[in-house]
């Protein structure tokens, strides 16, 4: 008699849905470019002869598709083929991630969340920064300064910084990972820049990462933007009482 040890995969069989077997063959033709961006999808009449379900189960996989930026359906129309990109995933976690923000502790858990991730990528721009590069940073910071007075005006000078530094490591997900994060935690970042002195040490240290960056300098770039992001959550934490 053979031990169940001896088999390697015993998770249970899952029943699947109709709709997500429909899903599934329809995404692999995409993937392998069976149906390029740009192309409109067969109508729902042909799929659902072609795959032998009902209307409801084509519906239910064409609105998956959406959702996961494979597709976009337009009223009267054909669903078409779209172009995904990092943005799309970003949407897709954004009630999840307001969720998560929600529930006790979520905001210690997304500062924590945006500072591994920020640190990384100033680590990332100092190793990688061109001169042009450099002087896009530069142009952010004194934009930076300029505004140290203007509230509403600083937060937007503060947050183009930090998205210049994502931009620098020419990787779109680290783009789209900083724009949910900006989305996020909007809450986080009005509230802690209206503390007493909050716009002076955020552009003092926007000033210390801007020269790590220029001096291709990593460790001293990652050390300065955790050093940043620490005292962004002493000032949120004392403004808000969390």
Not at 34 to 41: I, N, S, T, V
Not at 56 to 61: D, L, M
Request: glycine share 8%; hydrophobic share 45%; aromatic share 6%.
């Amino acid at each position: 008699m053979i031990s169940g040890a001896s088999i390697p995969d015993q998770r249970p069989i899952r029943r699947r849905k109709l709709y997500e077997e429909v899903v599934e063959r329809l995404e692999a033709a995409i993937n392998d470019g069976h149906y390029a961006p740009g192309d409109q999808l067969p109508a729902e009449r042909e799929l659902m002869e072609a795959y032998g379900v009902g209307r409801t189960a084509i519906r239910e996989a064409l609105f998956a598709l959406q959702r996961m930026g494979l597709i976009v359906i337009s009223s009267g129309e054909r669903a078409r083929v779209s172009q995904p990109s990092a943005g799309t995933m970003i949407d897709e976690l954004s009630g999840v991630a307001r969720h998560l923000l929600a529930r006790p502790g979520g905001a210690h858990h997304f500062q924590q969340a945006r500072t591994m991730f920020e640190v990384g990528v100033a680590r990332l721009a100092a190793e990688t920064a061109t001169p042009e590069d450099v002087a896009k940073l530069e142009a952010a910071l004194a934009a930076n300064k300029a505004a140290l007075e203007q509230g509403r005006g600083f937060e937007r000078t503060d947050v183009a910084f930090h998205f210049v530094l994502a931009e620098i490591t020419r990787n779109p997900i680290f783009t789209a990972l900083h724009t949910g994060l900006t989305e996020w935690l909007t809450e986080q970042r009005t509230t802690s820049l209206k503390a007493r002195g909050a716009a002076q040490a955020a552009f003092t240290a926007h000033e210390r990462i801007c020269r790590a960056v220029a001096a291709r300098d990593p460790q001293a770039a990652g050390e300065a933007m955790y050093a940043h992001l620490a005292e962004v959550g002493d000032f949120y934490w004392k403004a808000s009482d969390v």
